[in-house]
Protein backbone atom coordinates (compact mmCIF):
# COMPACT_ATOMS: atom_id res chain seq x y z
CA UNK A 1 0.00 0.00 0.00
CA UNK A 2 2.03 2.79 -1.10
CA UNK A 3 -0.03 5.26 0.26
CA UNK A 4 0.04 4.07 4.07
CA UNK A 5 4.20 3.08 4.01
CA UNK A 6 5.09 2.38 8.24
CA UNK A 7 8.15 1.57 10.23
CA UNK A 8 6.09 -0.30 12.44
CA UNK A 9 6.21 -3.75 12.24
CA UNK A 10 7.00 -7.10 13.61
CA UNK A 11 9.42 -9.38 11.51
CA UNK A 12 10.72 -13.16 12.45
CA UNK A 13 10.81 -16.86 11.41
CA UNK A 14 7.71 -18.88 12.25
CA UNK A 15 7.03 -22.41 11.70
CA UNK A 16 3.81 -23.48 9.68
CA UNK A 17 2.15 -26.54 8.69
CA UNK A 18 3.19 -26.75 4.71
CA UNK A 19 2.68 -29.51 2.21
CA UNK A 20 1.25 -32.83 3.85
CA UNK A 21 0.98 -31.14 7.19
CA UNK A 22 4.80 -31.02 7.21
CA UNK A 23 6.08 -27.90 9.83
CA UNK A 24 8.45 -25.91 7.83
CA UNK A 25 10.03 -22.52 8.64
CA UNK A 26 8.83 -19.03 7.26
CA UNK A 27 9.91 -15.52 7.83
CA UNK A 28 6.82 -13.56 8.42
CA UNK A 29 6.90 -9.50 8.19
CA UNK A 30 3.68 -7.45 9.07
CA UNK A 31 2.65 -4.01 9.87
CA UNK A 32 2.08 -3.74 13.51
CA UNK A 33 -0.99 -1.80 13.25
CA UNK A 34 -2.74 -3.50 10.09
CA UNK A 35 -6.10 -3.11 10.41
CA UNK A 36 -7.26 -4.28 6.55
CA UNK A 37 -4.12 -5.05 5.28
CA UNK A 38 -3.81 -7.71 1.96
CA UNK A 39 -1.38 -10.42 2.47
CA UNK A 40 1.80 -11.12 0.07
CA UNK A 41 3.37 -14.71 -0.21
CA UNK A 42 7.24 -14.01 -1.42
CA UNK A 43 8.47 -17.19 -3.11
CA UNK A 44 12.48 -17.06 -3.08
CA UNK A 45 15.18 -18.01 -5.72
CA UNK A 46 17.22 -21.07 -5.98
CA UNK A 47 19.99 -19.73 -3.96
CA UNK A 48 17.48 -19.99 -1.25
CA UNK A 49 15.74 -18.37 1.63
CA UNK A 50 18.02 -15.95 2.69
CA UNK A 51 19.24 -12.38 3.93
CA UNK A 52 18.08 -10.72 0.71
CA UNK A 53 14.26 -12.42 0.46
CA UNK A 54 13.93 -11.09 3.91
CA UNK A 55 14.95 -7.58 3.09
CA UNK A 56 12.13 -7.83 0.61
CA UNK A 57 9.85 -9.74 2.82
CA UNK A 58 10.19 -6.85 5.39
CA UNK A 59 10.35 -4.24 2.27
CA UNK A 60 6.52 -5.42 1.74
CA UNK A 61 5.36 -5.42 4.92
CA UNK A 62 6.64 -1.57 5.36
CA UNK A 63 4.62 -0.65 2.81
CA UNK A 64 1.23 -1.98 4.49
CA UNK A 65 1.29 -6.10 3.64
CA UNK A 66 1.22 -8.82 5.57
CA UNK A 67 4.22 -10.74 3.78
CA UNK A 68 5.26 -14.31 4.47
CA UNK A 69 8.06 -15.97 2.76
CA UNK A 70 8.06 -19.91 2.78
CA UNK A 71 11.53 -21.59 3.46
CA UNK A 72 11.22 -24.49 0.38
CA UNK A 73 14.36 -25.72 1.02
CA UNK A 74 14.22 -26.42 4.96
CA UNK A 75 12.72 -30.14 4.65
CA UNK A 76 16.38 -31.03 2.67
CA UNK A 77 18.37 -29.37 5.68
CA UNK A 78 16.60 -28.16 8.78
CA UNK A 79 18.89 -25.78 10.74
CA UNK A 80 21.18 -25.07 8.02
CA UNK A 81 22.36 -22.15 6.46
CA UNK A 82 20.37 -21.08 2.63
CA UNK A 83 23.46 -22.21 0.75
CA UNK A 84 23.76 -25.91 2.39
CA UNK A 85 19.85 -26.03 2.14
CA UNK A 86 20.08 -24.98 -1.58
CA UNK A 87 22.72 -27.67 -2.60
CA UNK A 88 21.00 -29.98 -1.17
CA UNK A 89 17.92 -29.56 -2.81
CA UNK A 90 19.47 -29.00 -5.96
CA UNK A 91 21.17 -32.19 -5.58
CA UNK A 92 17.18 -33.78 -5.37
CA UNK A 93 16.37 -31.78 -8.55
CA UNK A 94 15.27 -28.89 -7.00
CA UNK A 95 11.75 -28.57 -5.43
CA UNK A 96 8.69 -30.51 -6.54
CA UNK A 97 5.73 -28.66 -7.69
CA UNK A 98 3.22 -30.29 -5.38
CA UNK A 99 5.32 -29.70 -2.57
CA UNK A 100 5.44 -25.85 -3.74
CA UNK A 101 1.78 -25.90 -4.30
CA UNK A 102 1.32 -27.18 -0.67
CA UNK A 103 3.84 -24.83 1.15
CA UNK A 104 2.14 -22.31 -0.18
CA UNK A 105 -1.10 -22.87 0.12
CA UNK A 106 -0.05 -23.41 4.50
CA UNK A 107 1.36 -19.65 3.68
CA UNK A 108 -1.89 -18.15 2.86
CA UNK A 109 -3.74 -20.06 5.59
CA UNK A 110 -1.28 -18.28 8.06
CA UNK A 111 -0.86 -15.39 6.80
CA UNK A 112 -5.48 -15.17 6.41
CA UNK A 113 -5.19 -15.81 9.77
CA UNK A 114 -3.23 -12.88 11.31
CA UNK A 115 -5.14 -10.14 12.59
CA UNK A 116 -5.59 -6.99 10.10
CA UNK A 117 -5.98 -9.45 7.08
CA UNK A 118 -8.38 -8.56 4.21
CA UNK A 119 -8.14 -11.68 2.41
CA UNK A 120 -7.00 -10.75 -0.38
CA UNK A 121 -3.57 -13.07 -1.43
CA UNK A 122 -0.75 -12.22 -3.88
CA UNK A 123 2.26 -13.71 -4.45
CA UNK A 124 5.43 -12.61 -6.52
CA UNK A 125 8.77 -14.67 -6.90
CA UNK A 126 12.36 -14.76 -8.45
CA UNK A 127 14.25 -16.62 -10.60
CA UNK A 128 13.13 -19.83 -9.86
CA UNK A 129 10.23 -18.31 -7.85
CA UNK A 130 9.19 -16.22 -10.39
CA UNK A 131 8.27 -19.59 -12.72
CA UNK A 132 6.61 -20.92 -9.38
CA UNK A 133 4.80 -17.84 -8.83
CA UNK A 134 3.04 -18.39 -12.38
CA UNK A 135 2.58 -22.02 -11.30
CA UNK A 136 0.69 -20.79 -7.79
CA UNK A 137 -1.66 -18.42 -10.30
CA UNK A 138 -2.20 -21.50 -12.61
CA UNK A 139 -3.25 -23.29 -9.93
CA UNK A 140 -4.57 -21.82 -6.81
CA UNK A 141 -7.28 -19.31 -6.50
CA UNK A 142 -5.48 -15.68 -5.56
CA UNK A 143 -5.09 -12.23 -6.66
CA UNK A 144 -2.44 -11.06 -7.82
CA UNK A 145 1.01 -12.75 -9.34
CA UNK A 146 4.08 -11.00 -10.02
CA UNK A 147 7.05 -12.68 -12.23
CA UNK A 148 10.24 -11.65 -11.30
CA UNK A 149 12.72 -13.08 -14.29
CA UNK A 150 10.89 -16.68 -14.38
CA UNK A 151 12.99 -19.19 -15.23
CA UNK A 152 11.50 -22.06 -18.09
CA UNK A 153 7.86 -20.95 -17.54
CA UNK A 154 8.63 -21.60 -21.20
CA UNK A 155 11.01 -24.22 -22.79
CA UNK A 156 12.61 -27.68 -21.88
CA UNK A 157 15.35 -27.36 -19.26
CA UNK A 158 18.32 -29.02 -21.07
CA UNK A 159 18.98 -33.14 -19.52
CA UNK A 160 22.00 -32.09 -17.44
CA UNK A 161 20.91 -29.12 -15.58
CA UNK A 162 20.90 -29.77 -11.94
CA UNK A 163 17.53 -28.79 -11.42
CA UNK A 164 14.61 -30.16 -13.84
CA UNK A 165 11.43 -28.58 -14.08
CA UNK A 166 8.61 -28.83 -16.58
CA UNK A 167 7.08 -25.73 -18.92
CA UNK A 168 4.07 -24.40 -18.02
CA UNK A 169 2.80 -23.27 -21.32
CA UNK A 170 -0.05 -25.95 -21.02
CA UNK A 171 -1.54 -24.89 -17.68
CA UNK A 172 -1.41 -20.90 -19.06
CA UNK A 173 -5.39 -21.07 -19.60
CA UNK A 174 -5.59 -21.57 -15.75
CA UNK A 175 -4.55 -18.45 -14.76
CA UNK A 176 -7.00 -16.97 -12.10
CA UNK A 177 -5.09 -13.09 -11.69
CA UNK A 178 -3.47 -10.53 -13.32
CA UNK A 179 -0.45 -11.51 -13.33
CA UNK A 180 2.82 -8.05 -13.86
CA UNK A 181 6.10 -9.99 -15.57
CA UNK A 182 9.47 -8.07 -14.93
CA UNK A 183 11.83 -9.24 -17.55
CA UNK A 184 15.85 -8.39 -18.63
CA UNK A 185 16.32 -7.85 -22.39
CA UNK A 186 20.00 -9.91 -21.85
CA UNK A 187 18.29 -12.93 -20.20
CA UNK A 188 19.09 -16.00 -21.47
CA UNK A 189 15.77 -17.53 -18.91
CA UNK A 190 13.28 -16.67 -19.95
CA UNK A 191 14.58 -14.84 -22.80
CA UNK A 192 12.55 -12.03 -25.08
CA UNK A 193 11.90 -14.71 -27.27
CA UNK A 194 10.68 -17.29 -24.60
CA UNK A 195 8.39 -14.17 -22.74
CA UNK A 196 6.88 -13.17 -26.40
CA UNK A 197 5.96 -16.92 -26.63
CA UNK A 198 4.06 -16.66 -23.15
CA UNK A 199 2.37 -13.42 -23.98
CA UNK A 200 0.88 -14.75 -26.88
CA UNK A 201 -0.87 -17.20 -25.21
CA UNK A 202 -2.21 -15.04 -22.66
CA UNK A 203 -3.65 -12.49 -25.40
CA UNK A 204 -4.88 -15.47 -27.17
CA UNK A 205 -6.97 -16.58 -23.94
CA UNK A 206 -8.25 -13.25 -23.07
CA UNK A 207 -5.98 -13.35 -19.73
CA UNK A 208 -5.26 -9.92 -18.19
CA UNK A 209 -1.30 -9.21 -17.76
CA UNK A 210 1.23 -6.71 -18.43
CA UNK A 211 4.99 -7.54 -18.57
CA UNK A 212 7.82 -5.21 -18.85
CA UNK A 213 11.57 -5.52 -20.78
CA UNK A 214 14.41 -3.61 -19.58
CA UNK A 215 17.29 -3.27 -22.08
CA UNK A 216 20.62 -3.13 -20.49
CA UNK A 217 19.15 -6.01 -18.02
CA UNK A 218 19.56 -9.70 -17.48
CA UNK A 219 18.80 -12.03 -15.19
CA UNK A 220 18.56 -11.32 -11.42
CA UNK A 221 18.27 -7.32 -12.05
CA UNK A 222 16.86 -6.99 -8.83
CA UNK A 223 19.33 -8.98 -6.71
CA UNK A 224 21.60 -5.62 -4.81
CA UNK A 225 24.19 -8.01 -3.64
CA UNK A 226 25.23 -9.63 -7.26
CA UNK A 227 26.81 -8.18 -10.44
CA UNK A 228 23.65 -8.51 -12.10
CA UNK A 229 21.97 -5.84 -10.28
CA UNK A 230 20.48 -3.00 -12.25
CA UNK A 231 19.88 0.06 -10.24
CA UNK A 232 17.53 1.72 -12.63
CA UNK A 233 15.33 -1.49 -13.78
CA UNK A 234 14.96 -2.28 -10.30
CA UNK A 235 13.59 1.03 -9.12
CA UNK A 236 11.17 1.26 -11.76
CA UNK A 237 10.29 -2.44 -11.24
CA UNK A 238 9.64 -1.67 -7.49
CA UNK A 239 7.51 1.04 -8.77
CA UNK A 240 5.43 -1.27 -11.29
CA UNK A 241 5.11 -3.64 -8.35
CA UNK A 242 3.59 -1.60 -5.68
CA UNK A 243 1.49 0.13 -8.41
CA UNK A 244 0.27 -3.37 -9.60
CA UNK A 245 -0.12 -4.79 -5.59
CA UNK A 246 -1.74 -1.47 -4.69
CA UNK A 247 -4.45 -1.80 -7.76
CA UNK A 248 -5.03 -5.56 -7.41
CA UNK A 249 -4.72 -6.30 -3.73
CA UNK A 250 -6.81 -2.95 -2.27
CA UNK A 251 -8.55 -1.13 -4.64
Known amino acids: MTDSMTDSMTAGTVMIPGHADDQIEAYVA?????????????IHHMPGYDEETKEITRKLAHHGYLAICPNLHYREAPGSD???????CRSLGGVPDDRLIGDVEGSIRYVRSLPGSNGKIGTIGFCSGGRQAFLV???????????????????TPPPDRPVQVR????IA?????????????EDRQPSPAHTAELEGV?????????????????????ATDRASYRPEAAK?????????????LTE
Open 30 to 42: RPIDASSAASVVV
Open 82 to 88: HGEASAA
Open 137 to 155: GCTLPIDAAIVCYGGYMVG
Open 167 to 170: PLLD
Open 173 to 185: DRLSCPLLGLFGA
Open 202 to 222: LSANGQEFEFHTYEGAGHAFF
Open 236 to 248: EGWQRIFAFFERT
